[in-house]
């Protein structure tokens, strides 16, 4: 296909032009002595072109689409490895913005600074990995009656440390891995060290009793070798399955179902539960909860949080305590922020309760000190 399509767009432009194949399904066209009306219309052309191409493979048809940044080259550009980086960004800008079509940079461009800044984002968070400068932190999740005084439960949730040893909360890193793909890596990595820590505490420590809560992306539970790799550290800690449950957002659940069921009945079979996360969002919540194997239900916090106010946040959060009651689930209510709040919550027979009024998010090593 790439050399079809190298054949197509070779033919398609002049002969002072210099076509470059960079590497995967990236090339680089250099237009020379090509003003920014005429560059504009031969990349249009080009575009049109490769739509318009269907490659054949195996008596199949593939339709082929072609994202183009495009930056303009005078005596004041910069640097041809920042002329290449303003070309990159550009092409996945005009990705983001729906494919197939052209983004020109221009100078001072602030869609492309906004680039830069994510792709220096992107490199920091991969710098972090290899560099082990990712945190465990852990918030309380607190049973409205508590029954057992020896049992603890907590939520994994996750920081970054910059080299300057500064924190860095995870809304400034989590959606940027998310649009990037690699929070498989991520998952994998807080999977394997809140397991192996848990070990290490219970080894030594029979009381309190720990158990965790531990969050899985959407693209993480799409991705089998992912999950086989889990179940893989789940088959050989089978003394902590108990004390685990994996929590999937309701959203990740719906848009990867079949896969998503499949993986949380595999982690059930082991002993774990399952969590799913900001019920109550999506539109058919109660609809398709008959056909997922969940064990907990965590309340969409936008509800809890106006639970005191607003009668409608009330009505919600008391119908998926009856649905939960019915279908003999446990409930947790985030976002509890005052006394307030959390005796509404008690009075409907919410389970759990999480949030800044019960505990707020601290150093999993501080749970976990000798």
């Known amino acids: 296909m790439l050399k079809q399509l190298s054949n197509l767009m070779q033919t398609h432009i002049r002969k002072s032009d210099v076509l470059a194949r960079l590497g995967g399904d990236e090339f680089a066209l250099l237009l020379l002595d090509c003003d920014k009306k005429s560059s504009q219309k031969l990349s249009q052309e080009l575009l049109d072109k490769v739509q318009h191409f269907c490659f054949q493979w195996d008596g199949k048809n593939f339709e082929i689409g072609l994202s183009a940044g495009m930056v303009y080259i005078d005596k004041n550009t910069p640097m041809s490895s920042l002329l290449m980086n303003d070309a990159d960004n550009a092409c996945y800008i005009a990705k983001e913005k729906g494919r197939n079509q052209i983004y020109v940079a221009l100078p001072g461009d602030s869609e492309v600074s906004r680039k830069k ?10 710098e972090a990995m290899a560099a082990d400068r990712l945190v465990l932190y852990a918030q309380e999740i607190r049973p409205v009656n508590k029954v057992n005084q020896n049992v603890e439960i907590y939520e994994i949730l996750i920081r970054m440390r910059s080299i300057d040893n500064k924190l860095i ?9 998310e649009r990037y793909h690699f929070m498989n890596l991520i998952d994998r990595w807080v999977v394997e060290n809140a397991i192996h820590r848990l070990d290490i505490y219970h080894q030594k420590h029979n009381t309190p009793d720990i158990h965790l809560h531990i969050n899985l992306s959407g693209q993480s539970i799409s991705d089998a070798e992912f999950c086989n790799y889990v179940c893989d550290l789940i088959k050989a800690n089978q003394h902590l399955c108990h004390k685990l449950c994996f929590e999937l957002t309701e959203s990740a659940a719906v848009s990867n179902l079949r896969k998503a069921c499949d993986f949380m009945a595999d982690l059930k079979s ?7 996360d900001d019920f ?11 056909n997922i194997p969940v064990d907990i239900l965590k309340i969409d916090g936008k509800f809890v949080k106006g639970v005191i106010d607003d009668p409608v946040d009330f009505a919600m959060i008391k119908a998926i305590q ?3 009651n019915i279908m003999q689930l446990e409930t947790v209510a985030e976002y509890v922020e005052n006394k307030e709040i959390l005796e509404k919550l008690a009075g409907i027979g919410i389970d759990l309760v999480q949030g800044y009024g019960i505990g707020k998010p601290f150093p999993l090593e501080s749970l976990f000190k000798e």
């Not at 082991?270 to 799913?276: N, P, Q, R, T």
């Not at 109550?280 to 008959?290: A, I, V």
Request: proline share 8%.
């Open 270 to 276: 082991y002993g774990c539960k399952i969590a799913l």
């Open 117 to 126: 800044g994510t792709s220096r984002t992107v490199q920091d968070i991969k």
């Open 169 to 177: 909360p995870p809304m400034a890193f989590i959606p940027i891995a």
């Open 322 to 324: 009856e649905v939960a």
């Open 280 to 290: 109550g969002s999506g539109l058919s919540s109660f609809g398709y909860l008959k």
